[in-house]
C-alpha cells in the first residue's frame, strides 16, 4: 500500500535539513544532493531540483512547482556521527519506515545535539594519534612522548582559539607556531631527539585529510565548483600549517647562529 504523499513544505523541510546536516559534518556536496533527492523521491516527488556548494544549499520540488528554496552553510567541522545518522535517517524513509514528521523530528534532534565525543577524548586521541604518526614515519620511541605532548597542545589550540578569534586559518597558523615551537624546545632541552619526525607526527592530526578526499571525491564525481573550492581551502589550510612551522625553524635558526 502507498504511502499518503505529505505537504510539499514538509518534504522540503526533510530535505533541506538532512541536507544542512550532512553538509556541516563533512558530506561529499554529491552525496548530498543525492540524499536529497532520494528522500523527495521516497515521499513521491517524482522530480527534484538539488544543487550543493560548501557553503549554501538549493532544493526545490519542480514535479510540484514549489520555488526554489536556499540555505546558507557558515559552519563546518566533521562529524561523521551525525552523517551517518543522517544517511540511516534517509534510508529508513526509503524503506517506508518513517513519515515526514517522524523524520524531521530525528534530523532536528541530530541537528540540535553536541558533538558527538568530548574535548577532553578527542584531545587524547589527537596526542596518542601523533605518537604513532611518529612511529609510522620511522622516528624514535625516544619522541613518542614529546610528539604526544606536541601533538596534543596543538590540537588543544584547535579547540580553544575559535571560542576567541573563530578564523579557521588564524587558528591553524596559531596551532602550527604551537606544535613547532614545543618540538623545538624540546629537541633543544635534551627532551627530544629528531626534530623533523617529531615535527610531522605532531602535525599530522591538524592536516585537512578529509577536506583533501572530499575534494577529490567531488571533482571525480563532476562537481567542478565544489571540488575545486574544497582543494583551495585544503591548501589554504596546508599553507596556514607550513608558515606557522616555518617561522618557527627560522626563529631557532637565528637563536642557533647567535
Known sequence: MQRERPEPGQITKVCMLAGKIMLENGAETYRVEDTMIRIAAAFGVSRAQSSVTPTSIMFTLESLDEPAHLMRISERSTDLRKVTIANDISRRISRGELSAEAAYERLRKV???????????????????????????????VDFVPAMAAGGAGYLATILIPRYVPIKLFTEFTASIMVGLLSWLMVHTGVGRDLDKLIIGSLMPLVPGLLITNAVRDLMAGHLVSGLSKGAEAFLTAFAIGAGIAIVLSFGTEVAGG
Not at 115 to 141: D, E, H, K, N, T
Open 111 to 141: 541537528d540540535a545535539s553536541s558533538a558527538g565525543y568530548p574535548s577532553w577524548l578527542r584531545l587524547l586521541v589527537a596526542a596518542v594519534a601523533s605518537g604513532c604518526f611518529l612511529i609510522m614515519f620511522q622516528g624514535s620511541w
